[in-house]
């Protein structure tokens, strides 16, 4: 199978760059640049190599690099913003801090003809994020692009195959960017563009039938699309086999708990579990309002009642995940900076009583998780149901959790999701949900005062969840919701609406 590597350096879009590549269907593997060697490298047969940005400058002692000798293993090399700097600092050119300031978001790039840039306009917009830039192209490399700020936006050694650029392709603000990874894959590196999800997912589902044969497997299935889809494959790999424990944790949405129960039972026909341990969750996230905390909670919590289970179960040896890639990285298992846990893999207690976990779609982005859902007959409404984080309602309840601020979020959110389905928009948004603060104000109810909560309603539209914008739902949709919700849900008197985008604010408010 042609594959690319992804060496990760440690920038935040570091996925995005995976996902683009495999977009054009080709494989790409991130791996972390202290995790991989250059023989291994040499060994795994790479169609070529992408070095990632990073949050660092070159000439900081503590920064990423990598043995120079990767820029003779004659692979193709794209490097990108800290990844070109490195590849020109490991052959020789210079870097140095932009003496004008650093260069942040879209800007003008005027590029050459070149086949990096084949059929990218000779003047277009380029995504921007660096302070450092390469002041020297090493010899033997040429610049091929250039901005305003940024003399050297891109450069390159033909014979070596090796190219670097200062801006980001991967980020949709970048107007080419497809186009000039597109390049670099199919002329460059000379890709066929044969690989697909679907595939991956025969081959995995085959895999597995075989590795796990007579085992029992247990799988945390929580409803949403990630775990369903790993229920499914797993399923379709060992049947009966897999056991599937739903932890109903008391902090599902509306009806959520029995919608997931009769699916997986009466439809699929899966081998299942649900616990109810809402009132256990409930009093040991008693009088905690720290975002980790719950998540760490939440998290041990799980896996105790997985535990308690799989001891009645008897002979459980593997525990399986519906673990995703972003879920990966934003945990900080990759090189990236942590943003927040994930309670899936930040909250596992050290000593656990299995003795594997698997993590069935660890490698694959949420819209490849779909369509391996799709080819396994999930229904549509399941496959594109949107996603609802692990912790559930605790993360979209600011301060401590009670069964009462769970009851009123819940109202709450169930009138805004109906509201927002109702308007039956073309393209509506991919995330929408409530928030329930833990500001108080002042209402007026006929001829009353109140002093209740503030709910806030969040819609965001999204590609992959790495980066978001907020959605602009019509007005009517957003005053038939607040109107419904002060008066519909006791406790409410105010309604917000969340004009965020990700970056700077993530999806969840904790
Ligand atoms: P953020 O808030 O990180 O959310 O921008 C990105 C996407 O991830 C979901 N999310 C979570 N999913 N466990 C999960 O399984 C979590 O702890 C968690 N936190 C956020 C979020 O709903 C959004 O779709």
Request: one cysteine or more; a negative charge.
């Amino acid at each position: 199978m042609e594959k690319i590597l992804v060496l990760d350096f440690g920038g935040q879009y570091n996925q995005l760059i995976a996902r683009r590549v495999r977009e054009q269907h080709v494989y790409a593997e991130i791996r972390s640049y202290d995790r991989v060697t250059l023989d291994e490298i040499r060994d795994a047969g790479y169609q070529g190599i992408i070095f990632t940005g990073g949050p660092n400058s070159v000439y900081d002692p503590a920064s990423p690099h990598f043995d120079p000798r990767i820029l003779k293993l004659g692979m193709p090399i794209l490097g990108i913003c800290y990844g070109a700097q490195l590849l020109a600092f490991l052959a020789g050119g210079e870097v140095s801090a932009a003496m004008n300031g650093s260069e942040y978001g879209k800007t003008l790039l005027r590029s050459e003809r070149h086949i990096l840039f084949q059929n990218v306009p000779e003047e277009s917009i380029c995504w921007m994020s660096h302070t450092d830039f390469i002041s020297a192209p090493p010899e033997n490399y040429r610049v091929i692009a250039s901005t305003v700020k940024c003399p050297c936006a891109a450069l390159g050694n033909d014979m070596k195959k090796i190219y670097g650029v200062q801006f980001h392709p991967e980020v949709t603000h970048t107007e080419y960017g497809n186009r000039i990874l597109h390049n670099f894959l199919f002329t460059i590196c000379s890709c066929r563009g044969d690989w697909d999800a679907s595939d991956y997912a025969e081959q995995m589902i085959a895999g597995y039938r075989s590795e796990l044969a007579g085992k029992k497997v247990l799988l945390a299935l929580s409803g949403g699309v990630d775990s369903s889809v790993a229920a499914l494959l797993l399923h379709r790999a060992i049947g009966q086999n897999l056991i599937c424990v739903f932890v109903d944790h008391g902090l599902l949405r509306k009806d959520e708990g029995d919608f997931v129960e009769r699916t997986f039972r009466e439809t699929f026909g899966v081998n299942l579990i649900r616990v109810n341990a809402g009132e256990r969750f409930l009093q040991r996230l008693s009088g905690v309002a720290e975002p980790e905390r719950k998540r760490k909670i939440i998290g041990e919590e799980f896996i105790r009642v997985f535990e308690e289970e799989a001891r009645k179960i008897g002979h459980v040896h593997v525990l399986a995940q519906g673990t995703i890639y972003p879920d990966v990285i934003e945990s900080g298992k990759g090189a990236s900076a942590v943003i927040k846990s994930h309670h899936n893999v930040g909250g596992l207690p050290d000593v656990i009583s299995f003795d594997e976990i698997i993590e069935p779609l660890r490698e694959l982005f949420k819209d490849e998780v779909r369509s391996i859902g799709i080819m396994l007959g999930l229904p549509r409404e399941l496959v594109w149901r949107q996603p609802f984080p692990g912790p559930g309602l605790a993360v979209r309840i600011i301060g401590e959790i009670t069964a009462e601020k769970i009851k009123i979020l819940r109202e709450a959110d169930a009138i805004f999701r109906e509201e927002v389905e109702a308007a039956r928009l073309n393209e509506g948004p991919d995330q929408y949900f409530a928030v329930l603060t833990d500001t108080c104000t002042v209402g007026v109810m006929g001829d009353a005062r109140t002093y209740g909560v503030t709910a806030a309603l969040r819609a965001v539209s999204t590609d992959d969840f790495m980066t978001a914008d907020w959605f602009r739902l019509p007005y009517e949709v957003l005053e038939r919701a607040s109107s419904r919700i002060t008066g519909e849900v006791p406790g409410v008197s105010r309604v917000v609406f969340d004009i965020s985008s990700k970056p700077p604010a993530t999806v969840e408010w904790e």
